[in-house]
């Protein structure tokens, strides 16, 4: 059985007090929560701040950093390499939609840093999305996948983590329903090993994330703004651990 995951992305939000108060708050509202691993990724210059408050004795409790470069050194201002984090944080998010939109990182760009991050022993969340509600872009959804994986053999797929995140559901009133989002998930579930979770992500919050994570398909959720609520980030985490027992 694949493991349920609540991936928290602060984006470029929280200066260090605001980030310590929220790490806090998250660590210890999610202390007695079992069966379900918790992974925060803060602006990569709080990491190893947040370091020193989650990892204690909280296994389920992970660190993931927003972005590396492909490359692990360089004449790079103002980047982050793999190895810079890889002692605070296990994770690291890959081809987020709002890196490919802003920073047109392409899935060529993507897939070399998902060799980095698994060469440099992090595991990496890969984002995959159609930026058009369409059921028939699954396909595209699908080669966008396979072309970010090129450069890792299937052997390392156990490693990965795919979100799956419809740009056109960020931000938006409504995410996808759970049925539109199973029919994707499903179809990017024949690119990787059954061993590999599959997340879904876009406007999730305590309210509507029930209806995915009841489905077996869905194995848990990426949340973002939403995720700078300590309360309702828990709330989140607590209705997963109900519902992946149930299942």
């Known amino acids: 059985m694949r493991r349920p995951i609540v991936v928290a992305n602060w984006k470029m939000y929280t200066n260090l ?54 490359l692990s050194e360089g004449e790079y201002t103002g980047e982050i390499s793999a190895p810079m984090v890889k002692d605070t944080a296990k994770y690291v998010i890959v081809g987020h939609s709002e890196r490919r939109k802003n920073f047109a990182e392409t899935n060529s760009i993507v897939a070399r840093k998902v060799a980095t991050a698994i060469d440099t022993g992090l595991s990496p969340i890969v984002c995959v999305g159609e930026e058009k509600k369409d ?9 966008d996948l396979k072309d970010s994986l090129a450069h890792i053999a299937a052997k390392d797929y156990k490693k990965l983590v795919i979100a799956y995140e419809p740009v056109w559901a960020v931000g938006a009133k409504e995410p996808a329903t759970p049925e539109y989002a199973s029919k994707v998930i499903n179809q990017l579930r024949e690119v990787v090993s059954a061993e590999t979770p599959i997340i879904y992500g876009g406007t999730v919050d305590s309210s509507n994330v029930y209806e995915f994570v009841r489905r077996p398909e869905i194995d848990g959720v990426l949340v973002g703004r939403t995720s700078l609520r300590a309360k309702e980030f828990i ?12 299942i």
Do not use: F
């Open 17 to 70: 007090s605001d980030a310590l108060v929220l790490a806090t708050s998250v660590r210890d509202g999610t202390e007695n929560i079992s069966g379900v691993e918790m992974i925060i990724c803060p602006p990569v210059i709080w990491l190893t701040d947040i370091a020193e408050i989650i990892q204690r004795k909280i296994s389920h409790l992970a660190l993931g950093a927003q972005n590396i470069h492909y």
């Open 135 to 143: 059921q028939n872009l699954a396909g595209e959804i699908v080669k």
């Open 235 to 246: 709330k989140i985490c607590r209705i997963i651990e109900e519902y992946k027992k149930i």
